[in-house]
């Protein structure tokens, strides 16, 4: 008899089809630094960056994959940070204005600790074409915030997105503003969360506010990640998922920014296309596991994911989701 898990049906392998169907993804994420200023406790970084390489995106490199996107309108999303702190890039602002430039229908958005968030920043950000900014701000008092992140300057930074806030409705109220903390239980008081909606109330900010955090497919320890790694899949239930292109600055392309170990290695933009390799024999290989189409190889990013749907359970997973709504997720 078969150990194989009772088939699931709407799933599997007409989904991988689907999946690689698509010419080009609709939507990107951009490593253009892996550097990063802060040391949160609740991310792989801080230990890996001691053993793996580290650089900044070649302007050839960046300017060859955002035209490449402007070649394929259906790009609804280009997310200019991965596994980093955009506001390192000394060239972030220049690189929004390029994306749009050659992309006028995506929504260009970045993802931010705020820590260089200053106002000269601020203004420069708000004069861009920048559509959304997320901040991780993760606490609303110094000691907790210096837990979570490592870093002892809660006032400054702070201060620097108060500000941020008053000029973008000033300036650019139709920029979309998220603000994320992390572990209410550990970094963030009851009488915090109740107090953080009325600090945020006049600043027109989505708050978005976290139990927990993930394990980053196996870079971290936590309470809800397998406790094996597990040999059938069903799926993601992330919302960018397998359906966005994570590039590294190497130009390394990874399967999903949960990927700090770099280990999902789909191609290199630096010898081919994205459009080769969003439609190569890798990235089949590792939708062909991701949904279950044959067992997960030993060492599979998904495998240790808790985001990833075990074998024979249904995958809830919103195929048709729109990639606008996908940016503040991952
Ligand atoms: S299962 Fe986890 S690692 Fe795999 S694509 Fe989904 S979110 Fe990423």
């Known amino acids: 008899m078969s150990d194989a898990p009772p ?5 599997g392998s007409g989904r991988v089809e689907d999946l690689l169907s698509e010419s080009f993804p609709r939507m990107l994420m951009v490593q253009t630094t892996s550097a990063c200023n802060a040391h949160c406790v609740f991310c792989p970084l801080p230990a890996l960056r001691k053993e793996q390489p ?27 940070f991965l596994m980093n702190e955009p506001l390192c890039d000394k060239r972030i602002v220049q690189r929004v204005f390029l994306a749009k430039e050659h992309n006028r229908k995506a929504q260009i958005s970045l993802w931010t600790n705020a820590v260089n968030l200053t106002p000269s920043l601020t203004d420069q ?5 920048l559509g959304s900014l997320g ?29 941020f806030v008053e000029q973008r409705l000033a300036k650019r109220p139709d920029l979309a503003l998220v603000i994320r903390y992390v572990d209410a239980s550990s970094y963030i008081s009851p009488e915090e969360r109740v107090e953080l909606r009325r ?19 196996g870079n971290l320890e936590a309470p809800a990640a397998p406790p094996e790694p597990l040999r059938r899949l069903n799926g993601c239930k992330a919302l960018g998922g397998p359906k966005q292109a994570h590039v590294l600055y190497t130009g390394q392309v990874v399967l999903c920014c949960m990927d ?41 990013l998904c495998s240790r994911c808790e985001l990833a749907v075990p074998g024979g359970e249904e995958c809830q997973c919103d195929p048709d989701i729109p990639p606008e709504d996908t940016w503040a997720g991952v």
């Not at 088939?7 to 799933?11: E, H």
């Not at 300017?63 to 280009?78: D, K, S, T």
């Not at 002892?152 to 500000?163: E, K």
């Not at 044959?294 to 599979?300: I, L, N, Q, V, Y």
Request: aromatic letters at 8%.
């Open 135 to 163: 901040v991780s701000l993760h606490a609303h008092n110094p000691e907790a915030y210096a837990r979570a992140t490592g870093r002892n300057d809660f006032h400054r930074v702070l201060g620097n997105l108060v500000h």
């Open 199 to 217: 600090f945020w109330a006049e600043g027109e900010v989505d708050l978005d506010i976290d139990d927990g955090f993930l394990g980053r497919a």
């Open 260 to 300: 700090y170990g770099r280990v999902s290695d789909l191609g290199d933009l630096n010898k081919q296309t994205l459009s080769q390799i969003w439609r190569g024999e890798r990235r089949r290989a590792a939708l062909e596991m991701l949904f279950g189409q044959r067992d997960a190889e030993e060492g599979f």
């Open 7 to 11: 088939k699931v049906p709407g799933r």
């Open 125 to 129: 950000l708000l004069a861009s074409p």
């Open 54 to 80: 580290q650089g900044r995106m070649e302007q050839p490199l960046f300017e060859r994959i955002i035209r490449e996107a402007g070649e394929h309108p259906e790009v609804a999303c280009i997310n200019l």
